[in-house]
Protein backbone atom coordinates (compact mmCIF):
# COMPACT_ATOMS: atom_id res chain seq x y z
CA UNK A 1 0.00 0.00 0.00
CA UNK A 2 1.34 3.35 -0.97
CA UNK A 3 2.24 5.77 1.90
CA UNK A 4 -0.16 8.64 0.55
CA UNK A 5 -3.04 6.25 0.44
CA UNK A 6 -5.83 5.61 3.13
CA UNK A 7 -6.73 2.17 4.38
CA UNK A 8 -10.08 0.56 5.17
CA UNK A 9 -8.80 -0.05 8.80
CA UNK A 10 -7.62 3.70 9.20
CA UNK A 11 -9.77 6.31 11.01
CA UNK A 12 -9.49 8.50 7.98
CA UNK A 13 -11.26 6.07 5.99
CA UNK A 14 -14.30 7.33 7.27
CA UNK A 15 -13.82 11.15 8.48
CA UNK A 16 -16.04 13.27 8.15
CA UNK A 17 -14.79 17.21 7.55
CA UNK A 18 -16.64 20.49 8.60
CA UNK A 19 -17.85 22.34 5.19
CA UNK A 20 -19.50 25.56 7.42
CA UNK A 21 -22.71 26.94 8.66
CA UNK A 22 -25.97 27.50 7.54
CA UNK A 23 -28.22 29.74 9.46
CA UNK A 24 -31.57 31.42 9.20
CA UNK A 25 -32.23 35.19 10.53
CA UNK A 26 -34.90 36.98 11.04
CA UNK A 27 -36.48 39.12 7.80
CA UNK A 28 -34.81 42.34 8.49
CA UNK A 29 -31.40 41.17 8.77
CA UNK A 30 -28.72 41.97 6.13
CA UNK A 31 -25.80 40.17 5.59
CA UNK A 32 -23.78 43.03 6.79
CA UNK A 33 -25.94 42.52 10.18
CA UNK A 34 -25.02 39.06 10.10
CA UNK A 35 -21.24 39.59 9.75
CA UNK A 36 -20.72 42.08 12.60
CA UNK A 37 -22.65 39.88 15.07
CA UNK A 38 -20.79 36.85 14.03
CA UNK A 39 -17.37 38.87 14.76
CA UNK A 40 -17.42 38.57 18.81
CA UNK A 41 -18.60 34.89 18.28
CA UNK A 42 -16.24 33.58 15.47
CA UNK A 43 -13.59 35.92 14.63
CA UNK A 44 -13.21 38.25 11.29
CA UNK A 45 -11.78 35.05 9.23
CA UNK A 46 -15.64 34.11 8.23
CA UNK A 47 -17.77 34.72 4.96
CA UNK A 48 -21.17 34.97 5.03
CA UNK A 49 -22.95 33.97 1.88
CA UNK A 50 -26.96 34.37 1.20
CA UNK A 51 -28.54 31.47 -0.09
CA UNK A 52 -31.95 31.24 -1.90
CA UNK A 53 -35.06 34.00 -2.26
CA UNK A 54 -35.01 36.63 0.72
CA UNK A 55 -37.90 39.00 1.57
CA UNK A 56 -38.77 41.01 5.22
CA UNK A 57 -41.16 38.37 5.88
CA UNK A 58 -39.79 35.06 6.29
CA UNK A 59 -36.25 33.89 7.82
CA UNK A 60 -33.75 34.30 5.57
CA UNK A 61 -30.72 31.93 4.77
CA UNK A 62 -26.59 32.29 4.88
CA UNK A 63 -23.70 30.39 4.58
CA UNK A 64 -20.81 30.51 7.01
CA UNK A 65 -17.67 29.66 5.94
CA UNK A 66 -13.69 29.83 6.28
CA UNK A 67 -10.97 29.22 4.12
CA UNK A 68 -8.44 30.02 6.92
CA UNK A 69 -9.94 28.04 9.72
CA UNK A 70 -10.67 24.22 10.02
CA UNK A 71 -13.13 23.54 12.83
CA UNK A 72 -13.09 19.96 14.94
CA UNK A 73 -16.35 18.19 14.17
CA UNK A 74 -17.38 18.75 17.88
CA UNK A 75 -16.44 22.62 17.78
CA UNK A 76 -18.76 23.01 14.76
CA UNK A 77 -21.48 21.54 17.00
CA UNK A 78 -20.76 23.45 19.69
CA UNK A 79 -20.23 26.83 17.97
CA UNK A 80 -23.68 25.98 16.02
CA UNK A 81 -25.56 25.74 18.97
CA UNK A 82 -23.90 29.00 20.60
CA UNK A 83 -24.82 30.45 17.05
CA UNK A 84 -28.24 30.00 17.56
CA UNK A 85 -28.29 32.56 20.60
CA UNK A 86 -27.51 35.26 18.68
CA UNK A 87 -30.29 38.05 18.94
CA UNK A 88 -30.55 37.55 14.96
CA UNK A 89 -30.38 33.85 14.12
CA UNK A 90 -33.40 31.97 14.27
CA UNK A 91 -31.60 28.62 13.83
CA UNK A 92 -28.03 27.46 12.74
CA UNK A 93 -26.45 24.05 11.91
CA UNK A 94 -22.97 22.59 10.82
CA UNK A 95 -22.80 21.21 7.24
CA UNK A 96 -20.21 18.10 6.81
CA UNK A 97 -18.60 15.93 4.34
CA UNK A 98 -19.65 12.13 5.17
CA UNK A 99 -19.30 8.98 4.72
CA UNK A 100 -22.58 7.00 5.38
CA UNK A 101 -21.71 3.72 7.13
CA UNK A 102 -25.22 1.48 7.81
CA UNK A 103 -25.05 -2.21 7.95
CA UNK A 104 -21.47 -3.34 8.31
CA UNK A 105 -21.82 -5.15 3.97
CA UNK A 106 -19.05 -3.04 3.11
CA UNK A 107 -16.29 -5.26 5.20
CA UNK A 108 -13.11 -4.57 5.71
CA UNK A 109 -11.23 -6.27 3.00
CA UNK A 110 -13.57 -4.75 0.68
CA UNK A 111 -13.23 -1.56 1.76
CA UNK A 112 -9.11 -1.67 2.04
CA UNK A 113 -9.57 -2.91 -1.99
CA UNK A 114 -11.37 -0.21 -2.95
CA UNK A 115 -9.32 2.89 -1.06
CA UNK A 116 -6.04 1.36 -2.14
CA UNK A 117 -6.37 -0.38 -5.47
CA UNK A 118 -6.61 1.92 -8.26
CA UNK A 119 -7.57 -0.61 -10.43
CA UNK A 120 -10.43 -1.36 -8.58
CA UNK A 121 -11.71 1.47 -7.10
CA UNK A 122 -12.46 1.93 -10.87
CA UNK A 123 -16.28 3.93 -12.17
CA UNK A 124 -18.37 1.40 -10.88
CA UNK A 125 -17.84 0.05 -6.90
CA UNK A 126 -21.17 -0.81 -6.36
CA UNK A 127 -20.52 -3.86 -8.42
CA UNK A 128 -17.51 -4.62 -6.45
CA UNK A 129 -19.05 -4.11 -2.84
CA UNK A 130 -21.56 -7.32 -3.72
CA UNK A 131 -18.92 -9.45 -4.79
CA UNK A 132 -17.34 -10.43 -8.40
CA UNK A 133 -18.70 -8.85 -11.07
CA UNK A 134 -21.95 -10.93 -12.27
CA UNK A 135 -24.26 -9.97 -14.71
CA UNK A 136 -27.77 -11.18 -16.03
CA UNK A 137 -27.81 -12.98 -19.73
CA UNK A 138 -31.05 -10.79 -20.10
CA UNK A 139 -29.13 -7.82 -19.38
CA UNK A 140 -26.57 -8.12 -22.66
CA UNK A 141 -29.28 -6.24 -25.16
CA UNK A 142 -27.85 -2.43 -24.67
CA UNK A 143 -31.76 -1.59 -24.33
CA UNK A 144 -32.87 -3.83 -21.97
CA UNK A 145 -33.53 -1.17 -19.21
CA UNK A 146 -35.33 1.00 -22.27
CA UNK A 147 -37.83 -1.70 -22.65
CA UNK A 148 -38.37 -2.54 -19.32
CA UNK A 149 -39.70 0.92 -19.20
CA UNK A 150 -41.51 1.06 -22.45
CA UNK A 151 -39.40 3.93 -23.24
CA UNK A 152 -39.62 2.75 -26.85
CA UNK A 153 -42.72 2.75 -27.18
CA UNK A 154 -43.53 5.84 -25.00
CA UNK A 155 -41.20 7.42 -28.23
CA UNK A 156 -43.11 5.70 -30.98
CA UNK A 157 -46.39 7.00 -29.68
CA UNK A 158 -45.63 10.49 -28.63
CA UNK A 159 -42.54 11.22 -29.88
CA UNK A 160 -43.37 10.19 -33.72
CA UNK A 161 -42.42 14.26 -35.30
CA UNK A 162 -39.68 13.63 -36.21
CA UNK A 163 -38.31 17.89 -35.71
CA UNK A 164 -39.42 16.96 -31.92
CA UNK A 165 -37.05 14.67 -30.02
CA UNK A 166 -37.83 13.02 -26.49
CA UNK A 167 -37.67 15.62 -24.15
CA UNK A 168 -36.39 18.40 -26.74
CA UNK A 169 -36.78 21.42 -24.70
CA UNK A 170 -36.37 20.29 -21.11
CA UNK A 171 -33.55 20.98 -18.79
CA UNK A 172 -31.72 19.28 -16.39
CA UNK A 173 -29.95 19.89 -13.04
CA UNK A 174 -27.26 17.13 -12.65
CA UNK A 175 -25.27 17.46 -9.55
CA UNK A 176 -22.54 14.59 -9.48
CA UNK A 177 -18.91 14.17 -10.36
CA UNK A 178 -18.98 16.31 -13.18
CA UNK A 179 -18.58 15.31 -16.96
CA UNK A 180 -15.94 14.02 -19.76
CA UNK A 181 -16.28 15.00 -23.02
CA UNK A 182 -17.90 11.47 -23.90
CA UNK A 183 -19.19 11.51 -27.26
CA UNK A 184 -22.26 9.57 -25.57
CA UNK A 185 -23.27 12.44 -23.93
CA UNK A 186 -21.11 15.93 -25.43
CA UNK A 187 -23.94 17.04 -27.94
CA UNK A 188 -26.43 17.27 -25.10
CA UNK A 189 -24.41 19.17 -22.22
CA UNK A 190 -24.39 22.52 -21.35
CA UNK A 191 -20.78 23.20 -20.69
CA UNK A 192 -21.43 26.87 -20.40
CA UNK A 193 -23.88 26.91 -17.51
CA UNK A 194 -21.77 23.88 -15.62
CA UNK A 195 -20.10 24.87 -12.12
CA UNK A 196 -17.47 23.06 -9.79
CA UNK A 197 -18.57 23.42 -6.43
CA UNK A 198 -15.27 21.74 -5.23
CA UNK A 199 -13.15 24.26 -7.06
CA UNK A 200 -15.60 27.03 -6.68
CA UNK A 201 -15.03 27.65 -10.68
CA UNK A 202 -17.30 27.57 -13.48
CA UNK A 203 -15.35 24.60 -15.27
CA UNK A 204 -17.24 20.96 -14.19
CA UNK A 205 -14.87 18.60 -15.83
CA UNK A 206 -14.69 15.76 -14.00
CA UNK A 207 -10.91 15.33 -13.83
CA UNK A 208 -11.07 11.39 -12.71
CA UNK A 209 -8.74 12.16 -9.72
CA UNK A 210 -9.02 10.14 -6.55
CA UNK A 211 -8.15 12.54 -3.42
CA UNK A 212 -6.50 11.26 -0.26
CA UNK A 213 -9.08 10.76 1.71
CA UNK A 214 -11.78 10.04 0.28
CA UNK A 215 -13.28 6.21 1.27
CA UNK A 216 -14.53 4.98 -2.78
CA UNK A 217 -13.66 7.38 -5.35
CA UNK A 218 -16.38 7.16 -8.28
CA UNK A 219 -14.15 9.11 -11.33
CA UNK A 220 -16.68 8.99 -14.48
CA UNK A 221 -19.82 8.83 -12.38
CA UNK A 222 -20.97 11.81 -13.69
CA UNK A 223 -20.62 11.04 -17.11
CA UNK A 224 -21.91 7.45 -16.80
CA UNK A 225 -25.42 8.72 -15.26
CA UNK A 226 -25.48 11.62 -17.40
CA UNK A 227 -25.30 8.63 -20.51
CA UNK A 228 -28.81 7.38 -19.26
CA UNK A 229 -30.72 10.24 -19.32
CA UNK A 230 -29.24 11.72 -22.82
CA UNK A 231 -27.26 9.78 -24.72
CA UNK A 232 -28.37 9.99 -28.21
CA UNK A 233 -29.87 6.62 -29.61
CA UNK A 234 -27.36 4.14 -30.83
CA UNK A 235 -23.45 4.06 -30.54
CA UNK A 236 -21.97 7.64 -30.77
CA UNK A 237 -18.57 6.27 -29.73
CA UNK A 238 -15.88 6.02 -32.60
CA UNK A 239 -13.75 3.03 -32.30
CA UNK A 240 -16.33 1.43 -29.94
CA UNK A 241 -14.78 -2.36 -28.89
CA UNK A 242 -17.53 -4.21 -27.74
CA UNK A 243 -20.20 -2.81 -30.25
CA UNK A 244 -22.29 -1.82 -27.29
CA UNK A 245 -23.79 1.20 -26.57
CA UNK A 246 -26.03 4.08 -24.40
CA UNK A 247 -29.33 5.15 -25.88
CA UNK A 248 -30.33 7.65 -23.06
CA UNK A 249 -33.90 8.32 -22.36
CA UNK A 250 -34.38 11.49 -23.05
CA UNK A 251 -31.99 12.35 -26.38
CA UNK A 252 -33.72 15.84 -27.04
CA UNK A 253 -33.19 17.16 -23.60
CA UNK A 254 -30.43 19.19 -22.85
CA UNK A 255 -27.93 19.09 -18.97
CA UNK A 256 -26.22 21.09 -16.98
CA UNK A 257 -23.49 19.32 -15.60
CA UNK A 258 -22.57 19.86 -11.29
CA UNK A 259 -19.45 18.70 -10.00
CA UNK A 260 -20.22 18.87 -6.15
CA UNK A 261 -18.15 15.35 -5.14
CA UNK A 262 -15.15 12.95 -5.78
CA UNK A 263 -17.29 10.35 -4.39
CA UNK A 264 -20.55 9.12 -4.39
CA UNK A 265 -20.54 7.60 -0.47
CA UNK A 266 -18.59 10.45 0.71
CA UNK A 267 -20.26 13.70 -0.01
CA UNK A 268 -20.62 17.18 1.21
CA UNK A 269 -24.60 18.27 1.54
CA UNK A 270 -23.53 22.04 1.60
CA UNK A 271 -21.80 21.66 -1.99
CA UNK A 272 -25.07 19.72 -2.91
CA UNK A 273 -27.44 21.89 -1.19
CA UNK A 274 -25.31 25.08 -2.89
CA UNK A 275 -25.97 23.16 -6.46
CA UNK A 276 -29.96 22.68 -6.47
CA UNK A 277 -30.13 26.66 -5.63
CA UNK A 278 -27.87 27.11 -8.31
CA UNK A 279 -29.13 24.59 -11.00
CA UNK A 280 -32.89 26.11 -10.21
CA UNK A 281 -31.43 29.84 -10.91
CA UNK A 282 -30.01 28.87 -14.34
CA UNK A 283 -33.38 26.85 -15.41
CA UNK A 284 -33.54 23.59 -15.00
CA UNK A 285 -36.45 21.80 -14.67
CA UNK A 286 -35.52 18.63 -13.66
CA UNK A 287 -33.20 17.91 -11.00
CA UNK A 288 -31.68 14.26 -11.31
CA UNK A 289 -29.65 13.06 -8.01
CA UNK A 290 -27.31 10.38 -7.91
CA UNK A 291 -25.69 10.58 -4.71
CA UNK A 292 -26.56 10.29 -1.01
CA UNK A 293 -25.77 11.19 2.53
CA UNK A 294 -27.05 12.23 5.79
CA UNK A 295 -29.98 14.85 5.13
CA UNK A 296 -29.67 18.79 6.72
CA UNK A 297 -32.34 21.40 6.83
CA UNK A 298 -29.95 23.88 4.76
CA UNK A 299 -30.41 20.86 1.74
CA UNK A 300 -34.10 20.13 2.37
CA UNK A 301 -34.52 24.11 2.32
CA UNK A 302 -33.29 23.52 -1.17
CA UNK A 303 -34.99 20.80 -2.04
CA UNK A 304 -37.82 23.24 -1.59
CA UNK A 305 -36.89 26.23 -3.55
CA UNK A 306 -36.33 24.08 -6.54
CA UNK A 307 -40.19 22.94 -5.72
CA UNK A 308 -41.11 26.46 -5.18
CA UNK A 309 -39.91 26.98 -8.93
CA UNK A 310 -41.23 23.94 -10.54
CA UNK A 311 -38.53 21.98 -10.52
CA UNK A 312 -39.13 18.08 -9.93
CA UNK A 313 -36.39 16.52 -8.11
CA UNK A 314 -35.67 12.87 -7.71
CA UNK A 315 -32.96 10.97 -5.92
CA UNK A 316 -31.52 7.73 -5.63
CA UNK A 317 -32.58 5.56 -2.77
CA UNK A 318 -28.85 4.41 -2.07
CA UNK A 319 -27.35 0.90 -2.21
CA UNK A 320 -26.33 -1.23 0.56
CA UNK A 321 -26.78 0.28 3.58
CA UNK A 322 -30.10 -1.01 3.56
CA UNK A 323 -32.29 2.35 4.31
CA UNK A 324 -33.24 5.06 2.18
CA UNK A 325 -30.38 7.34 2.41
CA UNK A 326 -30.85 11.75 1.90
CA UNK A 327 -32.31 13.63 0.02
CA UNK A 328 -33.90 10.57 -1.40
CA UNK A 329 -35.52 9.80 1.80
CA UNK A 330 -37.91 13.09 2.54
CA UNK A 331 -40.87 13.26 1.38
CA UNK A 332 -40.92 16.08 -1.27
CA UNK A 333 -38.17 14.01 -3.15
CA UNK A 334 -38.65 10.85 -5.59
CA UNK A 335 -37.34 8.04 -3.82
CA UNK A 336 -35.96 5.45 -6.86
CA UNK A 337 -34.97 2.02 -6.05
CA UNK A 338 -33.39 -0.52 -8.64
CA UNK A 339 -34.63 -3.11 -10.47
CA UNK A 340 -32.65 -5.96 -12.86
CA UNK A 341 -32.92 -7.04 -16.34
CA UNK A 342 -35.40 -9.93 -14.99
CA UNK A 343 -37.80 -7.24 -14.17
CA UNK A 344 -36.99 -7.76 -10.03
CA UNK A 345 -35.78 -6.23 -7.42
CA UNK A 346 -32.17 -5.39 -7.40
CA UNK A 347 -30.66 -7.14 -4.05
CA UNK A 348 -28.14 -3.92 -3.48
CA UNK A 349 -30.86 -1.76 -3.76
CA UNK A 350 -31.59 0.69 -0.53
CA UNK A 351 -35.59 0.08 -0.05
CA UNK A 352 -37.88 0.79 2.83
CA UNK A 353 -41.28 3.05 2.90
CA UNK A 354 -39.51 6.03 1.40
CA UNK A 355 -39.04 4.58 -1.74
CA UNK A 356 -41.33 5.88 -4.10
CA UNK A 357 -40.85 3.69 -7.41
CA UNK A 358 -38.58 1.67 -8.76
CA UNK A 359 -36.46 1.74 -12.88
CA UNK A 360 -33.74 -0.36 -13.64
CA UNK A 361 -30.63 -0.52 -11.82
CA UNK A 362 -28.55 -3.74 -12.46
CA UNK A 363 -26.72 -4.34 -15.56
CA UNK A 364 -27.44 -0.80 -17.02
CA UNK A 365 -25.43 0.03 -20.30
CA UNK A 366 -23.78 3.60 -19.83
CA UNK A 367 -20.73 5.49 -21.15
CA UNK A 368 -16.74 4.84 -19.11
CA UNK A 369 -14.28 7.37 -19.35
CA UNK A 370 -10.59 6.79 -18.14
CA UNK A 371 -7.79 9.41 -17.41
CA UNK A 372 -6.68 8.05 -20.80
CA UNK A 373 -9.49 9.47 -22.90
CA UNK A 374 -10.08 5.84 -23.93
CA UNK A 375 -13.95 6.36 -24.09
CA UNK A 376 -16.30 3.23 -24.13
CA UNK A 377 -19.44 1.74 -22.37
CA UNK A 378 -19.74 -0.64 -20.07
CA UNK A 379 -22.92 -2.15 -17.09
CA UNK A 380 -22.95 -0.28 -14.08
CA UNK A 381 -24.87 -1.49 -10.73
CA UNK A 382 -26.71 1.10 -8.52
CA UNK A 383 -29.63 3.24 -7.86
CA UNK A 384 -27.77 6.14 -9.70
CA UNK A 385 -28.70 4.90 -13.03
CA UNK A 386 -32.58 4.42 -11.70
CA UNK A 387 -32.65 7.67 -10.69
CA UNK A 388 -31.05 9.36 -13.96
CA UNK A 389 -33.79 7.03 -16.02
CA UNK A 390 -36.74 8.39 -13.84
CA UNK A 391 -34.92 11.79 -14.48
CA UNK A 392 -35.03 11.11 -18.28
CA UNK A 393 -38.83 10.34 -17.97
CA UNK A 394 -39.57 13.41 -16.06
CA UNK A 395 -38.05 15.51 -19.16
CA UNK A 396 -40.22 13.67 -21.80
CA UNK A 397 -43.59 14.14 -19.42
CA UNK A 398 -42.97 17.59 -19.43
CA UNK A 399 -41.74 17.81 -23.15
CA UNK A 400 -44.94 16.33 -24.20
CA UNK A 401 -47.16 17.90 -22.14
CA UNK A 402 -45.68 20.96 -22.62
CA UNK A 403 -44.33 22.59 -19.51
CA UNK A 404 -45.67 25.71 -19.47
CA UNK A 405 -49.45 24.99 -20.37
CA UNK A 406 -49.00 22.65 -17.42
CA UNK A 407 -47.97 25.83 -15.37
CA UNK A 408 -50.75 27.94 -16.72
CA UNK A 409 -53.37 25.00 -15.43
CA UNK A 410 -51.65 23.78 -12.27
CA UNK A 411 -49.36 26.64 -10.94
CA UNK A 412 -45.82 26.31 -11.05
CA UNK A 413 -45.49 24.99 -7.66
CA UNK A 414 -47.27 22.01 -7.91
CA UNK A 415 -45.78 20.28 -10.79
CA UNK A 416 -43.65 18.18 -9.38
CA UNK A 417 -46.20 16.88 -6.94
CA UNK A 418 -48.23 16.51 -9.76
CA UNK A 419 -45.15 14.04 -11.83
CA UNK A 420 -44.90 12.25 -8.90
CA UNK A 421 -48.93 11.22 -8.63
CA UNK A 422 -48.81 10.26 -12.26
CA UNK A 423 -45.42 8.09 -11.86
CA UNK A 424 -46.90 6.11 -9.15
CA UNK A 425 -50.65 5.79 -11.07
CA UNK A 426 -49.03 4.46 -13.74
CA UNK A 427 -46.73 2.54 -13.06
CA UNK A 428 -46.05 -1.82 -14.06
CA UNK A 429 -46.53 -3.48 -10.70
CA UNK A 430 -45.29 -7.37 -11.89
CA UNK A 431 -47.15 -10.11 -9.63
CA UNK A 432 -45.88 -10.41 -6.15
CA UNK A 433 -44.21 -6.70 -6.01
CA UNK A 434 -42.73 -5.91 -2.87
CA UNK A 435 -44.81 -2.15 -2.52
CA UNK A 436 -43.95 -1.72 1.22
CA UNK A 437 -40.33 -1.59 -0.28
CA UNK A 438 -39.89 -1.34 -3.87
CA UNK A 439 -42.30 1.82 -4.14
CA UNK A 440 -45.45 1.69 -6.45
CA UNK A 441 -43.87 -1.07 -9.15
CA UNK A 442 -41.28 -0.26 -11.91
CA UNK A 443 -41.96 2.88 -13.83
CA UNK A 444 -43.67 2.46 -17.16
CA UNK A 445 -43.28 5.72 -19.75
CA UNK A 446 -45.70 5.05 -21.96
CA UNK A 447 -48.55 4.10 -19.62
CA UNK A 448 -47.05 7.80 -17.97
CA UNK A 449 -47.71 9.61 -21.33
CA UNK A 450 -51.17 8.31 -22.08
CA UNK A 451 -52.57 8.50 -18.62
CA UNK A 452 -54.80 11.33 -18.59
CA UNK A 453 -53.86 14.73 -16.71
CA UNK A 454 -55.99 15.65 -13.82
CA UNK A 455 -58.78 18.44 -14.35
CA UNK A 456 -57.35 20.07 -11.43
CA UNK A 457 -54.68 19.98 -8.92
CA UNK A 458 -57.69 19.28 -6.29
CA UNK A 459 -58.07 15.50 -7.80
CA UNK A 460 -54.15 15.15 -5.87
CA UNK A 461 -53.02 15.82 -2.44
CA UNK A 462 -49.53 17.42 -3.11
CA UNK A 463 -47.54 17.76 0.05
CA UNK A 464 -47.12 21.67 1.00
CA UNK A 465 -44.24 22.97 0.13
CA UNK A 466 -42.03 23.37 3.51
CA UNK A 467 -43.25 26.11 6.10
CA UNK A 468 -39.47 27.06 7.38
CA UNK A 469 -40.69 29.13 10.78
CA UNK A 470 -42.74 25.63 11.95
CA UNK A 471 -39.70 23.80 11.12
CA UNK A 472 -37.33 25.63 13.20
CA UNK A 473 -39.29 25.15 16.33
CA UNK A 474 -40.44 21.71 15.58
CA UNK A 475 -39.22 18.62 17.61
CA UNK A 476 -40.43 16.09 15.09
CA UNK A 477 -37.29 15.86 12.55
CA UNK A 478 -34.54 14.78 15.08
CA UNK A 479 -36.89 11.34 15.43
CA UNK A 480 -37.49 10.81 12.02
CA UNK A 481 -34.09 10.67 10.74
CA UNK A 482 -33.26 8.74 13.70
CA UNK A 483 -36.03 6.30 13.09
CA UNK A 484 -35.49 6.48 9.30
CA UNK A 485 -31.13 5.56 10.28
CA UNK A 486 -32.46 2.07 12.18
CA UNK A 487 -36.19 1.74 11.15
CA UNK A 488 -35.75 -0.77 8.36
CA UNK A 489 -32.67 -2.46 8.98
CA UNK A 490 -34.28 -3.17 12.81
CA UNK A 491 -37.00 -4.49 10.92
CA UNK A 492 -35.59 -6.90 8.86
CA UNK A 493 -33.67 -7.95 11.52
CA UNK A 494 -36.55 -8.97 13.45
CA UNK A 495 -38.42 -10.40 11.17
CA UNK A 496 -35.30 -12.48 10.45
CA UNK A 497 -35.71 -13.83 14.11
CA UNK A 498 -38.95 -14.14 13.82
CA UNK A 499 -39.81 -11.33 16.55
CA UNK A 500 -41.63 -8.93 14.05
CA UNK A 501 -44.40 -8.68 16.69
CA UNK A 502 -42.52 -5.53 17.96
CA UNK A 503 -42.59 -2.12 16.60
CA UNK A 504 -39.26 -1.02 14.91
CA UNK A 505 -40.33 2.29 15.85
CA UNK A 506 -41.47 2.07 19.39
CA UNK A 507 -37.72 0.12 20.49
CA UNK A 508 -36.23 2.87 18.30
CA UNK A 509 -37.94 5.45 20.96
CA UNK A 510 -37.19 3.25 24.27
CA UNK A 511 -33.54 2.38 23.66
CA UNK A 512 -32.51 6.31 22.70
CA UNK A 513 -34.77 7.57 26.02
CA UNK A 514 -32.15 5.23 27.82
CA UNK A 515 -28.61 5.52 26.23
CA UNK A 516 -29.80 9.58 26.56
CA UNK A 517 -31.28 8.34 30.69
CA UNK A 518 -33.94 10.05 29.65
CA UNK A 519 -37.87 9.06 29.61
CA UNK A 520 -40.19 8.92 26.18
CA UNK A 521 -42.62 12.14 27.17
CA UNK A 522 -39.08 13.92 27.44
CA UNK A 523 -37.57 12.40 24.81
CA UNK A 524 -38.77 14.53 21.60
CA UNK A 525 -36.92 17.36 23.78
CA UNK A 526 -33.76 15.98 24.32
CA UNK A 527 -33.80 15.02 20.75
CA UNK A 528 -34.17 18.59 19.89
CA UNK A 529 -31.11 19.59 21.95
CA UNK A 530 -28.44 16.77 20.64
CA UNK A 531 -30.72 14.41 17.85
CA UNK A 532 -29.33 15.82 14.86
CA UNK A 533 -25.60 15.51 16.69
CA UNK A 534 -26.25 11.70 17.67
CA UNK A 535 -27.87 10.70 14.28
CA UNK A 536 -24.69 12.21 12.73
CA UNK A 537 -22.52 10.25 14.77
CA UNK A 538 -25.05 7.02 14.34
CA UNK A 539 -24.92 7.16 10.28
CA UNK A 540 -20.80 8.15 10.09
CA UNK A 541 -19.58 5.65 13.00
CA UNK A 542 -20.21 1.95 12.34
CA UNK A 543 -19.77 0.28 15.62
CA UNK A 544 -21.56 2.51 16.80
CA UNK A 545 -24.17 1.95 14.25
CA UNK A 546 -24.22 -1.42 15.00
CA UNK A 547 -23.91 -1.86 18.13
CA UNK A 548 -26.74 0.18 18.76
CA UNK A 549 -28.54 -1.81 16.16
CA UNK A 550 -28.09 -4.93 18.00
CA UNK A 551 -29.64 -3.60 21.11
CA UNK A 552 -32.66 -2.38 19.14
CA UNK A 553 -33.32 -5.94 18.21
CA UNK A 554 -32.20 -8.32 21.03
CA UNK A 555 -35.01 -7.20 23.26
CA UNK A 556 -36.88 -9.94 25.47
CA UNK A 557 -39.79 -11.95 23.92
CA UNK A 558 -42.20 -11.18 26.50
CA UNK A 559 -42.08 -7.67 25.32
CA UNK A 560 -40.71 -6.05 28.90
CA UNK A 561 -39.05 -2.47 28.04
CA UNK A 562 -38.24 -1.99 31.77
CA UNK A 563 -35.02 -3.42 32.15
CA UNK A 564 -31.63 -1.95 33.40
CA UNK A 565 -29.24 -0.43 30.58
CA UNK A 566 -27.72 -3.36 28.37
CA UNK A 567 -23.89 -3.99 27.76
CA UNK A 568 -25.14 -2.56 24.35
CA UNK A 569 -26.32 0.32 25.88
CA UNK A 570 -23.02 1.27 27.41
CA UNK A 571 -21.12 0.15 25.22
CA UNK A 572 -22.73 2.71 22.89
CA UNK A 573 -22.30 5.68 25.20
CA UNK A 574 -18.58 4.56 25.69
CA UNK A 575 -18.43 4.98 22.01
CA UNK A 576 -19.74 8.30 21.48
CA UNK A 577 -17.62 9.50 24.97
CA UNK A 578 -14.32 8.46 22.99
CA UNK A 579 -15.57 10.48 19.55
CA UNK A 580 -15.05 14.05 18.83
CA UNK A 581 -18.70 14.82 20.72
CA UNK A 582 -19.80 18.48 21.77
CA UNK A 583 -20.31 19.59 25.73
CA UNK A 584 -23.89 18.78 25.45
CA UNK A 585 -23.76 15.55 24.15
CA UNK A 586 -20.93 14.39 26.32
CA UNK A 587 -22.42 15.62 29.44
CA UNK A 588 -25.80 14.29 28.99
CA UNK A 589 -24.08 10.84 28.56
CA UNK A 590 -21.66 11.24 31.95
CA UNK A 591 -25.21 12.34 34.01
CA UNK A 592 -26.75 9.16 33.15
Not at 150 to 177: C, M, N, Y
Not at 231 to 260: E, Y
Request: hydrophobic letters at 40%; a negative charge.
Amino acid sequence: MKSTEISANSPQAFESVFEGFAVWVNGSTSASTLQESLLSQLGSDWVVTPFGSHSDSSPNGFNITSVERQLSIAEAWQISRQLKTLPDIVYAEPLFEVAISGRPDWNNTTLNLLTTDPDAAALYPESLIFGEESHLTESNDPEWSLNQMRILEAWARFFSDPTKLPGQGIVIGHPDTGYRPHPEILANLLVAQGKDFLKNDLDSTDELERPNGVLISNPGHGTATSSVIISPQGDQTPGNKNTKFVTGVASGAKLIPLRVTYSVVLLGMMKLAQSIYYATDQGAHVISISLGGLGSLFLRSAIAYAQKNGVIVAAAAGNVVRFVVWPAAYDEVIAVAASNAKGETWSGSCRGKKVDITAPGESVWCAASKKDNDDSVTRGKGTSFSVAEVAGIAALWLSYHDRQKLIEKYGVENIPALFNYMLIKSCNLPTGWDTNNFGAGIVDAEKLLATPLPDNINEITPPLLLNFEERFSSQADEMEILKQLFGENASEILLQQGTNNFDSDILIEENLAKLLGSNKTDLPLRLKEVGQELAFNFATNPDLYNTFLDEITQQETDGDSDFLDSDNIQSSREILMTKKISQELKQGLQQV
